[in-house]
Structure formats: C-alpha cells, structure tokens
C-alpha cells in the first residue's frame, strides 16, 4: 500500500507545476506556430516544380554576381560592426571622458534609421553635383576628373552605411554583457598590471565574446534581408535577385528558389550564432553585483574615446538626418506632398493592427512557454520566433504563394456556385501584409513578453489556482494587468519595425495602398530625394523613442550606472 505522505507529495507536484492538457492551449498554439510557418513550407515546396525558363537565365547569368555580392557584403559588416560596437561599448561602460553620459544612448540612435534612408541621405550629400565635392571643386580650383572621390554606389559603399546603422545591435548586447560582468575578475585584472585596453582584450571581451557573437549574427541577418540600399546602389545581391524575378519577370517559382538560397544563408547563420553560444558559456558565481571599476580618460586619450563613440554617431544618425532635413528645406520649401498624410495613415494603421496581433499572438505564446511540464508547448513557440531570422522578401514571396492557391480555389467555388468571383479576396489585401509582418516581427513581441513573465513569480499561479481559476482565466486576471509595460514595450517595438520594412511592402501592398518606406524609396529611385526627405524623417522620428527606452533599459539592469 502506498505511504499517503507519498500521495500528498505526489498531488502536490502535479499541482505546483501548471499543466498544458489543464489549460487547453495545445491546439490553439499549435495552429498559430503552423501558420507561421506556412510561408518557409511554401517557399521550400517550390523546389519540386518545374522551371518556367526564368532560373535557367538566373543561374546562367547573374546567380554567381548575386552569392558573390552577398558574401561580400556580410563579410565586410561581419568585421566592420562588432570592431565599433564591442570598443564603444566598452568605452561607455567602463570609462569615463567627456559626454561618456550622453553616448551611452545615444549611440543606440543609428537603429532608428534604415539603411536606405542612409544611403538617400549620402548619395545626394557626396555625389559629384552634391555639396561635398561642390565646395572641394571651389576651394581647390579643381574641375571634374581632376581628382579621386570614393564612389559612394557601390558595395564597399554600401557596406559602409549598413555598418554605420548595424553596428547598435553589437554595442547594446556587448554593453548588457558588459554591465553584467563580474567585478572580481576585472578587479583581478587590474591587480595584475591591466591597463583599460589590456584588460578588455584579455578579460571582459573574451567574457562578452557570445553576446558581440550574438548582435554580428542579427547584423549580418538584417544584411542579408536588406534590400533598399543595396538595390538605390546597383548592388546585385539574392534579396534584388527575388524582387527582380517577383516583379519583372513575373515568375514566382524563380523567386522561390532564389528565396530557399537566402532562406538556408539566414538558417546558417541562426545555427552559427546558438553554435557559439553554446560553445562559449560563462557562469558568475554570485547574484549579488557591485559597482563597476571606472577608468578616468584625460588629454589625448579622452580625445581619441571622444572621436571613437562621436563619429559612428554623426556618421550614422546626425550627419544623415540633418542632410534629410536641409534637402527637404531647401529643396521643397519644406513643402508637404498632398498625399503625404496618407502615405503615414497607411504606415500607422498597419503598424497599428500588426502591433496589436502581435502582443496578442506573443501572450498566448508565451504563455505557452511558461507552462512548465510540456516541452512540446515550449518547442512549437520557439518555432514561432524563427521568423526576424528570415529576410522579408523570403516571407513575402511565401505568403503570397499559398494565399494565390487560396483565392483562386475560392474563386473557383464562388463561380460554381453563384456565379461570380470575388477576385483576389486575401493576396490583393492588407490581410496578406499583416500576415507577412507577423511572421518576420512576431518574435520581438514573444521574446519581450517571455522576459516579462519571467519575471512574474509562480507562486501567483498558485494562489490563482487555489481560488479555482483556469490558467486562461489566470492570464487574463492576473498577468496580463501586470505585463503593461512589457506589453507597451512589444507593441512599439513590432510598431516601429513594421514601419521600416520595405521589401515585403513593396512586394505585397494593395493597389494605391502605398507606405512611408515605398514612397521614400520610389523617389529615391526616381532621383527625387528632396521629396523622399520628409517621409525618410518620418520614419526615423517614429523610431528614435523606442531605442532610447532599450538602451535605458539595459542600463537599469546593473546598479551605479
């Protein structure tokens, strides 16, 4: 006969730990995550069907140029942004120079700003008829052709502005590892004869090694998907590659495949980065923390941290808004396009309803990976945050595929039945963008929210379920009041980045539903970039707020900074 101590014990484990099967979330979470990933199974299905003609050119002619340019690119950031973002994060953390304070956020600004509207606001400003080499050719009494000026299209140039607006993701993630980092062993370092760079080659950086490991991997990610700068400068990368086949040759299946080679570089990656991770870990062997040592730069070194964390700033927030704002002045008299307000309509309410499904979706999963004793659950949410990893044009030509065969079978059944067709129901609409921006930015919302709950004690699961509620009723009742901030945090999170993403809007956007980010790139490519300055500083001004919060968060995280 069993102890009834054991039994007691027994019911009180199962208790402890909320259960799956008891909350009913199984099935829901499970076709939302087969939902997500719809688009990745699509594009994949497309290698089983027969060529049309259009990859046959592509692999003859331009394949190589695209794969070429694309290693290229992602090597050239791949060592340009963790060289800025782990020295100046190490700069503001653990030294002290003149304007330290104000660098510390203010170096995180150049994530606000897209690459393309980087790489409008350059060209005008250092093209041959722009102002730089204008006021040389006057100083200098020099003509055209008389001298060497690096030309801005190309890929070394657009490497160099992708570096200047990527390198934040390197510099929060190293300044988190950096603030969380033991006092002791670089108390030890010092001890031993260190001097500030000394000890950040031979101590902290080899600490902060996954995390610089972790931002280069979101930096050559966003590389890879990105398409407005590489395709304002001529550079022919997989990303031009799928819009070109998309949109001027009319052939899905060659988009497709183009799409499964920068699906399986984006996956590469992601295994890369959870590789070295796992590779490299680091334990502190206490939780309590102390304040960090500090070393006081004076003279010639406090010049060169000043230059150091002051010129990847101008260069990649400054200089460029100010060139938007004096071409949109000058230019355009500071002149609004009639259409302007609903070109930012449209960008808001996308934003807006994205922003809403996202948090709602991220809760639901998030949940599902706090339900402790179901791997199964905690497998199928991790599933769902695959998507940021995976470049826009990957997601759109995905979506648009199935939502095609979706309309048209529909079609089909209304004609047999009534009559008449509803045309393109989904794939013509904003429900097929949405869509799109749900499976690229649906992870930001889930990995904030799962960090918000974390936070949230068990122990009020417990005294919930002792009054008789359901684990529904208990994310509704109880953490979902306690999770505002963190669910704030994800919705201008998800907001700002939908405003951002261009690709996927160019490829998918109804008919006369135009967004901030397409028409600043339409008059870019039309060389009318006066007028694509005031939806460019649109978007930048939208994304500015949230950065600044992220960075002050991260700061928050380690006492005396």
């Known amino acids: 006969m069993t102890d009834p101590a054991v039994l007691l014990h027994r019911q009180a484990k199962r208790h402890d730990e909320p259960r799956l099967r008891a909350c009913g979330l199984t099935w829901p979470i499970t076709l939302v995550v087969l939902v997500l990933l719809l688009p990745i199974v699509s594009v994949l299905g497309q290698l089983m069907l027969p060529d049309q003609g259009s990859w046959t050119h592509l692999r003859q002619t331009l394949l190589s140029d695209y794969i070429v340019n694309s290693l290229l690119l992602m090597a050239i950031v791949g060592i340009g942004v963790p060289v800025i973002g782990s020295g100046t994060?190490?700069?503001?953390?653990?030294?002290?120079?003149?304007?330290?304070?104000?660098?510390?956020?203010?170096?995180?600004?150049?994530?606000?700003?897209?690459?393309?509207v980087v790489a409008y606001a350059y060209t005008d400003f250092l093209d041959a008829a722009g102002p730089l080499q204008i006021w040389l050719r006057a100083a200098l009494g020099w003509r055209y052709g008389d001298y060497w000026f690096p030309e801005i299209r190309s890929l070394s140039g657009a490497a160099a502005l992708l570096i200047l607006v990527l390198y934040p993701y390197v510099y929060l993630l190293a300044r988190a590892a950096f603030l969380q980092q033991s006092v002791c062993m670089l108390e030890v370092g010092r001890t031993l004869g260190y001097r500030p760079w000394s000890l950040f080659f031979e101590v902290a950086l080899p600490l902060a090694r996954p995390a610089i490991a972790a931002g280069t991997a979101l930096a050559l990610m966003e590389t890879l998907a990105d398409y407005g700068t590489v395709s304002f400068f001529g550079v022919q990368t997989l990303t031009t590659g799928i819009v070109r086949a998309f949109t001027s040759f009319g052939d899905k299946i060659a988009a497709a495949q183009l799409a499964v080679l920068l699906l399986v570089a984006a996956l590469a990656l992601l295994i890369l980065e959870r590789w070295s991770r796992s590779r490299k870990q680091f334990h502190h062997t206490t939780g309590r923390y102390s304040g960090l040592p500090q070393f006081r730069l004076t003279g010639a070194r406090a010049l060169l941290a000043l230059l150091a964390c002051g010129l990847p700033l101008a260069l990649g927030f400054l200089l460029p808004a100010v060139i938007l704002l004096w071409m949109w002045l000058d230019q355009s008299s500071g002149a609004v396009a009639p259409r302007f307000f609903v070109w930012a309509w449209n960008s808001f309410s996308l934003g807006a309803i994205t922003a809403l499904l996202a948090i709602a979706i991220g809760l639901l999963l998030a949940y599902g990976l706090r339900q402790r004793g179901n791997?199964?659950?905690?497998?199928?949410?991790?599933?769902?945050?695959?998507?940021?990893?995976?470049?826009?044009?990957?997601?759109?030509?995905?979506?648009?595929?199935?939502?095609?065969?979706?309309?048209?079978?529909?079609?089909?059944?209304?004609?047999?039945?009534?009559?008449?067709?509803?045309?393109?129901?989904?794939?013509?609409?904003?429900?097929?963008?949405?869509?799109?921006?749900?499976v690229r930015f649906l992870s930001i919302s889930l990995n904030t929210l799962d960090a918000s709950l974390a936070k949230i004690r068990y122990s009020l699961d417990e005294a919930a379920r002792t009054l008789g509620r359901s684990p529904t009723s208990i994310l509704a009742t109880v953490h979902a009041p306690l999770l505002k901030s963190g669910l704030a945090t994800a919705a201008l999170l998800v907001f700002v980045d939908v405003m951002k993403e261009l690709p996927a809007t160019l490829l998918l956007r109804p008919f006369n539903r135009d967004t901030l980010a397409v028409q600043a790139h339409n008059m870019a490519s039309d060389e009318r970039l006066a007028d694509a300055g005031l939806p460019s500083l649109t978007i930048v001004a939208v994304g500015i707020l949230p950065v600044i919060l992220l960075s002050r968060a991260i700061a928050r995280g380690r006492p005396g900074v």
Request: glycine share 10%.
């Open 89 to 116: 994060a190490w700069l503001t953390t653990l030294c002290r120079f003149p304007g330290q304070g104000v660098f510390a956020w203010a170096l995180v600004l150049p994530l606000a700003v897209p690459g393309y």
């Open 375 to 438: 791997r199964l659950l905690a497998e199928l949410s991790r599933l769902a945050s695959m998507g940021y990893a995976i470049p826009g044009t990957v997601i759109a030509v995905g979506t648009i595929i199935p939502l095609t065969l979706f309309d048209r079978a529909l079609s089909g059944l209304l004609t047999d039945l009534f009559g008449y067709s509803d045309g393109l129901l989904l794939s013509g609409s904003i429900v097929a963008l949405v869509y799109a921006y749900l």
